[in-house]
């Protein structure tokens, strides 16, 4: 049975689980598609979760993708996260505000508890994956008895072996051009394999089916996928202008406008792709100190953000994109899938 058959899926296409811009109605509309919808809740609470993955089935029973952080929790160092409170400090007074007097670890890992995984078992989604990191093994192997797929981010070919030793499923082939965060274990390790090369690498040494991410924008970038040893495709910039994306109208504006992205920790503290920002032009300078870790870094990020765009600027928001985003289309998500499939026929 191939990766199609088991996730009973009609096209080769996952929805990327966009956490803070997936939603129930998205999700429900990419698989009643016959793709796969999916809904990224690293940064949602049990609660939230909860009520986010209800309202998808309530809309659609069709399969469901649910997406996890399994980052490293770690203790911060108060010097260095002073340093960078100090570092942002000019950017708040800019607004006539003053920075935080301590970051917060505002997202939990699915490595800390089990809470996420009782409810991942209670909700019974077709398939669970995982970014910046494998589950613990007894949390695979519950997953497993519960005859739920299990999907891991790789990076490069060190990370999907891990993974395929960890009786993973699917290995998530994250490439350099991917929007949003890099699935990196260790942030401070990016081999920045292109996505294509990557897929090529993990296929001519695993054998876990593939799922190609980074930079696919259109039909024939499927169909090259598929082509070279990829089982599927995940597809995150291509929808975040679709009508029930959460993206601020300020975010789809830029868009489709901007057409440069560049990678940068300073806005979460692991390495994301976003739209050329404040980030990359005032923050990212060679005379820069540490980043305060993930997702202290992500703490002060938003705060920044949220005082900046009272005042009308929005260049402090996190508006992640992919490399090839100057290829967006401004269609919805129907009318983007049939394109999709229209143009890999083609």
């Not at 966009?18 to 949602?44: I, N, R, W």
């Not at 917060?104 to 989604?125: A, G, H, K, Q």
């Not at 940068?264 to 005379?287: C, F, K, N, T």
């Not at 870094?297 to 949220?306: E, G, N, R, T, V």
Request: glycine content about 6%; proline content about 5%; overall charge negative.
């Amino acid at each position: 049975m191939d990766l199609l058959q088991k996730l009973k899926l009609q096209h080769p296409i996952f929805l990327s689980p966009m956490a803070g811009v997936s939603t129930a109605q998205l999700a429900a509309e990419v698989s009643m598609q016959g793709a796969l919808g999916s809904l990224g809740l690293g940064a949602s609470t049990v609660a939230s979760a909860r009520e986010q993955i209800l309202a998808t089935q309530k809309i659609c029973d069709g399969p469901l993708h649910l997406n996890f952080f399994c980052h490293q929790t770690v203790s911060p160092d108060p010097v260095s996260m002073q340093n960078w409170i100090n570092t942002l400090k000019p950017a708040f007074e800019k607004f006539s505000a003053t920075p935080p007097k301590q970051l917060n670890c505002i997202y939990p890992s699915f490595l800390d508890n089990d809470d996420f995984l009782e409810l991942v078992l209670e909700t019974r989604p077709t398939l669970v994956s995982f970014h910046f990191g494998i589950p613990h093994p007894h949390q695979i192997q519950a997953l497993k008895q519960a005859g739920i797929l299990t999907m891991v981010s790789a990076t490069n070919l060190v990370e999907a072996q891990l993974i395929e030793q960890a009786g993973i499923d699917i290995i998530n082939a994250q490439g350099i051009e991917a929007g949003g965060h890099r699935g990196c274990f260790n942030p401070e390790i990016d081999a920045a394999i292109r996505t294509a090369d990557l897929v090529k690498l993990i296929k001519a040494h695993c054998t876990c089916p593939i799922v190609a991410a980074g930079g696919i924008m259109n039909g024939q970038h499927i169909r090259q996928m598929l082509d070279i040893g990829a089982s599927a495709v995940q597809m995150g910039t291509a929808f975040l202008v679709a009508k029930n994306s959460n993206a601020h109208a300020k975010y789809r504006e830029a868009l489709l406008q901007q057409q440069t992205t560049q990678i940068s920790s300073s806005i979460s503290g692991r390495p994301a792709r976003a739209l050329l920002q404040h980030w990359h032009r005032e923050i990212d300078l060679p005379s820069r100190p540490d980043v305060a870790p993930y997702p202290y870094a992500y703490d002060i990020a938003k705060q920044l953000h949220s005082v900046a765009s009272q005042h009308g600027d929005h260049g402090y928001g996190a508006f992640w994109a992919g490399a090839n985003v100057a290829q967006i289309r401004d269609l919805d998500c129907a009318e983007l899938i049939q394109q999709l499939l229209l143009e890999m026929a083609n």
